[in-house]
């Protein structure tokens, strides 16, 4: 991480306003301490000392981390079983391994990706259909 620093009030609010629109169901306590940093080609944005979200050409992806704390409830697309070890080794999501999504998915939405049987986080990422 390089550059880390707190985030100013005009900034918090445009990064409020991106996550509740890509994650309606997601609530980060408004005294939250928030931060950013460069992280590769994003900006990590760090909610009380945890990367939760990164931010790259006006899109906002959860982290792994970030699925498991607020749990979101949408903008989830499930994959099988066989799709799995491709997945978590960087590969993109194909059609074929997709058993359901939730319904308000729309092409150019922040979305994560779990597996079928136990609902486990495994990847975000941008619906490109």
Not at 5 to 18: A, I, L, S, T
Request: aromatic share 8%; hydrophobic share 45%; no cysteine.
């Amino acid at each position: 991480m390089k550059n880390r620093h707190v985030v100013g009030n005009k900034d918090r609010k445009k990064y409020f306003f991106m996550i509740k629109d890509a994650f309606p169901d997601i609530d980060i306590p408004s005294k939250s301490k928030m931060e950013i940093a460069k992280i590769e080609d994003f900006d990590g944005l760090i909610i009380d000392n945890s990367v939760d979200f990164l931010v790259a050409n006006n899109s906002i992806l959860l982290t792994i981390h970030a699925i498991s704390n607020y749990k979101p409830k949408t903008r989830w697309v499930t994959v099988d079983e066989g799709a799995i070890r491709f997945i978590v080794n960087g590969a993109d999501v194909m059609a074929p391994g997709i058993v359901d999504a939730d319904k308000d998915i729309r092409k150019g939405y922040s979305v994560w990706v779990r597996d079928e049987k136990h609902s486990t986080p495994l990847a975000s990422g941008i619906a490109l259909m």
